[in-house]
């Protein structure tokens, strides 16, 4: 809500200073409706400029695919999607304004994370993600195009937490993945969910 709030205000004064130094309608028309580079300004602090997050804690956003950012933003909204935070943050929005935060995020490039991560652990990864992970998650995880999110270069932590999250039912996977999961985790325990997290870690460029 606050961050409403502080868009309002931001086109408030916007249309205060149009009125004082005189613009024409088309540009009092602009104004009224908040850019999608103004309503990113309310997601920089923890997602970073241009939605590649500095930190582990936040994941990065830029360049996920419009149609999970769309659904991912509605599911904390709704609480369908388990969240600590963007569950307040999702509810300011109407559907236009996610539509719009969508498409610019979606345009920007995915920055993968410099992290450090176990050498020795890529090669099973990448070797169980090819048996349980690339069907939906392809190209290594990279691919944003199968609406599932981006896993390559993504915050390891912020992963981990979602895997954690699925395993403990927080947050509902599609069921063709609780199965992939499930049959990974009761072939190769939870030293396969490592592997896996230190072959995205791995991929940094
Ligand atoms: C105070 C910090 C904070 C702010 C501000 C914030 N986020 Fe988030 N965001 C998070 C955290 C932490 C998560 C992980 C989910 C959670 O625990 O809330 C997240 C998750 C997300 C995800 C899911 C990413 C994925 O791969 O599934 C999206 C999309 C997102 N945020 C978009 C936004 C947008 C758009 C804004 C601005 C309107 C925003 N966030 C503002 C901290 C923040
Ligand atoms: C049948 C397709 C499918 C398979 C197989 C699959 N996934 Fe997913 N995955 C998805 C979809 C779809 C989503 C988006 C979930 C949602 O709707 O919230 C997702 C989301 C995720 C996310 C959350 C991404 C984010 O940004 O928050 C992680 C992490 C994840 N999958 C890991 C895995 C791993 C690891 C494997 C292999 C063990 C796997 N998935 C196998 C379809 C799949």
Known sequence: MAYKTLTKAILVAGMTLGAVSGVSAADAKLMMGASPAMLANNCQGC????????????????GLS??????????FASGDVYSTIMGRIAKGY???????LAEHYAALPFVKAVQPFDPAKVKKGAKLHDRYCEKCHAKGGQSAED????????WVQYTQWQMDDFRTGHRTAPKKMTKKVKKLLSKEGTAGTDALLNYYASQQK
Do not use: N, R
């Open 94 to 100: 109407d559907k236009k304004e996610l539509e719009q």
């Open 147 to 154: 609406d599932a999110g981006v896993l390559a270069g993504q």
């Open 47 to 62: 997602h970073g400029t241009d939605g590649a997050s500095v930190g582990p804690a936040s994941p990065t956003i830029a």
């Open 66 to 75: 419009k149609d999970y950012f769309i659904e991912v933003m509605e599911g």
